[in-house]
């Protein structure tokens, strides 16, 4: 499977693995209302694709992304309250996407990630940099505000450090960016695809109904308290996944000391 667009290409290889990449260089893959359209439509399509286990979100080019393109942001600033919160839900829309997606999302990170671009990479479950990374929530240097990535920013990152970079708008490099969260691992510039194979490596061994679900318990726990409510819960997740056909092939091939269905053909 192989799509092309003016923004963006796809690819499915033999395993499974979708490699989405934005491919507008020449403007550091800085994105726009019809950027974040052609991707919302492609990721909702990769996620609804059985034969897709996993997500690989990449850039070409020198730079990740700069973020919105400003003028797309001139532009939208000349509209109306209704027109302008309409297009900004479109961003919403596409980073729930990404963080929701039943499939393991992995953000492929180099060069320049300011703005917007930082929100892509905190709404995939896994982001490896290279070590010339550069970010920068450098929304306040245009008088503006990171307002729709906040969510995901400031989960990727705690509160407490989104406090220092929303609002000092400052460049931090890939170690920063590693020990405040945003990034899982930081790799050489020749070294990073081997290090994201090494990742999907460990992914395929997986149940991929099971990461599904992981997905889901992690969005639903994190931030809760551990009450009844929340025990009860987890419980019933639990109980209602062993219970499964993904899960009962697992245990049994372990038990059996054979490799599950979906090892099979790997």
Not at 148 to 166: F, L
Not at 241 to 251: H, I, K
Request: aromatic share 6%; proline share 3%; hydrophobic share 45%.
């Amino acid at each position: 499977m192989m799509t092309n667009s003016e923004n963006l290409k796809c690819q499915v290889d033999d395993r499974g693995i979708a490699y989405l990449t934005m491919a507008k260089p020449e403007i550091h893959n800085a994105f726009d209302d019809r950027l974040i359209a052609d991707m919302a439509s492609i990721f909702d399509a990769l996620s609804k694709d059985a034969d897709v286990r996993i997500i690989i979100l990449g850039a070409e080019g020198k730079s990740f992304s700069a973020g919105a393109d400003l003028n797309w942001m001139r532009r939208m600033a000349t509209y109306s309250d209704a027109e302008n919160i309409a297009d900004a839900e479109k961003l919403a829309q596409l980073l729930k996407l990404i963080s929701s997606s039943p499939k393991p999302v992995i953000a492929r990170v180099q060069g320049a990630t300011f703005g917007g671009g930082v929100g892509l990479v905190a709404a995939c479950d896994i982001a490896i940099g290279t070590d010339s990374s550069l970010f920068s929530l450098s929304e306040v240097r245009l008088g503006l505000i990171p307002s729709v990535i906040s969510p995901y920013v400031i989960r990727a990152i705690s509160g407490r450090q989104a406090s220092r970079y929303m609002l000092t708008g400052e460049r931090f490099g890939a170690e920063e960016a590693f020990r405040v969260g945003l990034l899982h691992q930081v790799a050489s510039d020749d070294a990073i695809d081997n290090a994201i194979e090494a990742i999907v490596g460990e992914l395929l061994k997986n149940g991929p109904e099971a990461m599904s679900e992981c997905k889901g318990l992690i969005s639903y726990v994190a931030g809760k308290p551990v009450n009844g409510d929340l025990m009860t819960e987890t419980a019933r997740r639990i109980a209602r996944v062993r219970a499964s056909d993904e899960g009962r092939e697992g245990l049994n091939a372990f038990l059996e000391k054979r490799q599950p269905a979906w090892l099979e053909d790997k």
